[in-house]
């Protein structure tokens, strides 16, 4: 048994095992963050991959999220009692910037009702600010040489005062010159033929095409939502699908015959999610300032959904005390990424190197890493 306990929400890519691009076989990940803690992951909220709901009602939200995941955290350390006193910590990734945060608010809220020994928390390529999300984006693809400098030098004096680190690009009406362009920047980063997930990887779904124009549809005409993925443009999900579908694979899993197959996204649940929060400020200063939780936020640095400027600027908008100005980290000696830290260390911001969205499947050794220095604390 393990000192540690990672409860991990959304993908499972920091696991013992990968499935192999045959859709067949299985590969040791030697970067497992098995190694490290022992792992529970919750497929949520109900209806997404193998979960279900009893009734079939899966209309849920924010907050409905974060009671389930609750119960099932509460359900498991019951049946497992010998877990129950390790130290405990939240992750996951993209939208898990909201599942992580609530279902920390939610621990905290019900320690007298049921303890649970949590320690901390960790968000990859979280969507922790709606509004920081558009913002920052903006300002990431002119900085990737990605917007027309004409353009730029347009909107920069009508729009922004001559000051576009500090534009308020989300508040711009979609009906006027600025909102439009900001539409169309957006629009460049999913339906402009670059990979979301990794603007420097090669876009490989055999579907692109489509899904952009679905995601695009999606996204703005109800107003941007960088974290609402109900399609995975540029990502060949099939050997996973195929894998998670096999009738072997599924009689060892356990799963009821009566489900339908595994899939990577699930319409139903994105197109009817109830998105509460917008803004993970509060729950994450109450965590690690009210209660003492470490926390940790890291970006890969070539990621458009959740990009790293948006995790920068809205753990420098937290207000905690500096420890350590921004620096650099090696592994396997090459720069992995930057680290700053607050809080007398207790809180870090990192990005990893050339990792896109997903950054234990692009830069797997360097996740290792700082999963390694955030559970124990060690230097990056």
């Given at each position: 048994?393990?000192?540690?306990?990672?409860?991990?929400?959304?993908?499972?890519?920091?696991?013992?095992?990968?499935?192999?691009?045959?859709?067949a076989?299985?590969?040791?990940?030697?970067?497992?963050?098995?190694?490290?803690?022992?792992?529970?992951?919750?497929?949520?909220?109900?209806?997404?991959?193998?979960?279900?709901?009893?009734?079939?009602?899966?209309?849920?939200?924010?907050?409905?999220?974060?009671?389930?995941?609750?119960?099932?955290?509460?359900?498991?350390?019951?049946?497992?009692?010998q877990?129950?006193?390790?130290?405990?910590?939240?992750?996951?990734?993209?939208y898990?910037?909201?599942?992580?945060?609530?279902?920390?608010?939610?621990?905290?809220?019900?320690?007298s009702?049921?303890?649970?020994?949590?320690?901390?928390?960790?968000?990859?390529?979280?969507?922790?600010?709606?509004?920081?999300?558009?913002?920052?984006?903006?300002?990431?693809?002119?900085?990737?040489?990605?917007?027309?400098?004409?353009?730029?030098?347009?909107?920069?004096?009508?729009?922004?005062?001559?000051?576009?680190?500090?534009?308020?690009?989300?508040?711009?009406?979609?009906?006027?010159?600025?909102?439009?362009?900001?539409?169309?920047?957006?629009?460049?980063?999913?339906?402009?033929?670059l990979?979301?997930?990794?603007?420097?990887?090669?876009?490989?779904?055999?579907?692109?095409?489509?899904?952009?124009?679905?995601?695009?549809?999606?996204?703005?005409?109800?107003?941007y939502?960088?974290?609402?993925?109900?399609?995975?443009?540029?990502?060949?999900?099939?050997?996973?699908?195929?894998?998670?579908?096999?009738?072997?694979?599924?009689?060892?899993?356990?799963?009821?015959?009566?489900?339908?197959?595994?899939?990577?996204?699930?319409?139903?649940?994105?197109?009817?999610?109830?998105?509460?929060?917008?803004?993970?400020?509060?729950?994450?200063?109450?965590?690690?300032n009210?209660?003492?939780?470490?926390?940790?936020?890291?970006?890969?640095?070539?990621?458009?959904?959740?990009?790293?400027?948006?995790?920068?600027?809205?753990?420098?908008?937290?207000?905690?005390?500096?420890?350590?100005?921004?620096?650099?980290?090696y592994?396997?000696?090459?720069?992995?990424?930057?680290?700053t830290?607050?809080?007398?260390?207790?809180?870090?911001?990192?990005?990893?190197?050339?990792?896109?969205?997903?950054?234990?499947?692009?830069?797997?050794?360097?996740?290792?890493?700082?999963?390694?220095?955030?559970?124990?604390?060690?230097?990056?």
């Open positions: 048994m393990h000192a540690k306990f990672i409860v991990r929400l959304e993908r499972v890519i920091s696991v013992l095992y990968r499935v192999n691009t045959d859709g076989t299985l590969s040791v990940n030697p970067y497992s963050w098995n190694k490290n803690a022992s792992i529970l992951t919750l497929e949520a909220p109900a209806g997404v991959g193998y979960s279900y709901a009893t009734d079939n009602d899966i209309a849920t939200g924010d907050d409905n999220t974060a009671n389930e995941n609750w119960q099932a955290l509460v359900a498991f350390f019951t049946e497992f009692p877990y129950k006193q390790n130290d405990f910590y939240v992750t996951g990734e993209s898990g910037g909201i599942y992580v945060p609530t279902l920390v608010q939610t621990i905290l809220d019900r320690q009702q049921f303890n649970i020994n949590i320690k901390g928390l960790a968000i990859g390529n979280g969507c922790v600010s709606e509004q920081e999300g558009t913002d920052s984006l903006v300002n990431f693809l002119y900085a990737h040489g990605v917007v027309d400098q004409a353009k730029w030098d347009h909107v920069k004096t009508s729009c922004c005062h001559n000051d576009t680190d500090s534009c308020p690009w989300s508040t711009f009406s979609d009906f006027t010159t600025c909102g439009q362009f900001v539409l169309a920047t957006q629009e460049t980063a999913w339906n402009g033929g990979n979301p997930y990794n603007m420097y990887a090669d876009c490989v779904s055999t579907s692109a095409s489509s899904r952009f124009s679905l995601e695009y549809e999606r996204r703005f005409n109800k107003k939502q960088p974290s609402e993925l109900g399609v995975v443009p540029c990502l060949d999900e099939s050997p996973v699908t195929d894998y998670l579908n096999r009738q072997d694979v599924r009689k060892a899993l356990g799963i009821p015959s009566s489900l339908p197959q595994w899939s990577i996204c699930n319409n139903a649940i994105s197109y009817g999610y109830k998105r509460q929060y917008g803004d993970m400020t509060s729950r994450i200063l109450n965590a690690v009210n209660n003492n939780l470490k926390m940790m936020l890291y970006n890969g640095d070539v990621d458009l959904a959740c990009n790293a400027l948006m995790g920068q600027r809205f753990t420098d908008k937290l207000g905690l005390t500096l420890h350590k100005k921004k620096s650099h980290f592994v396997n000696n090459q720069v992995g990424g930057y680290v830290t607050y809080k007398d260390g207790k809180v870090a911001f990192t990005t990893v190197r050339g990792a896109g969205h997903m950054v234990p499947t692009d830069k797997p050794a360097v996740a290792d890493h700082i999963i390694q220095s955030f559970l124990f604390n060690k230097s990056f």
